[in-house]
């Protein structure tokens, strides 16, 4: 089972990106997705989750309307639209997988956990 995290890299603030997570290995159907960031010196920290058909989404406030999280399932991806992009947005980003759903991300509850996409963030 496998988590890759792809996409990052330095940009600029008010830039944008898109991360991308390729899951492979199982069928994630019963799993709830997610990205969480992790800055050098400073704990994990929750970012975003979908449930894995699509319908519920939700987001830390520090991002609430500024990234926007998807998935295609046919493409068993799941994607994050960054946008306006600041410093403290830094971070390496690691896409996971609960089966506890959307909250068992938000608790730091994960099945599975994929490397990690840098994303720099210069002011």
């Known amino acids: 089972v496998q988590l890759q995290a792809s996409g990052g890299g330095l940009v600029q603030a008010g830039g944008f990106l898109r991360l991308s997570c390729a899951a492979s290995?199982?069928?994630?159907?019963?799993?709830?997705m997610g990205w969480i960031r992790q800055a050098p010196g400073k704990e994990r920290e929750f970012v975003a989750a979908?449930?894995?058909?699509?319908?519920?989404?939700y987001y830390a406030d520090s991002v609430k309307g500024r990234f926007t999280i998807s998935i295609v399932n046919a493409r068993n991806t799941m994607y994050l639209q960054m946008n306006t992009l600041k410093p403290d947005d830094t971070a390496v980003y690691h896409c996971?997988?609960?089966?506890?759903?959307?909250?068992?991300?938000?608790?730091?509850?994960?099945?599975?956990w994929g490397q990690g996409t840098l994303v720099t963030v210069s002011s």
């Open positions: 290995g199982r069928s994630f159907s019963s799993y709830a």
């Open positions: 996971a997988a609960s089966l506890s759903g959307i909250k068992g991300l938000y608790d730091h509850s994960y099945d599975y």
């Open positions: 979908i449930n894995w058909n699509g319908g519920s989404t």
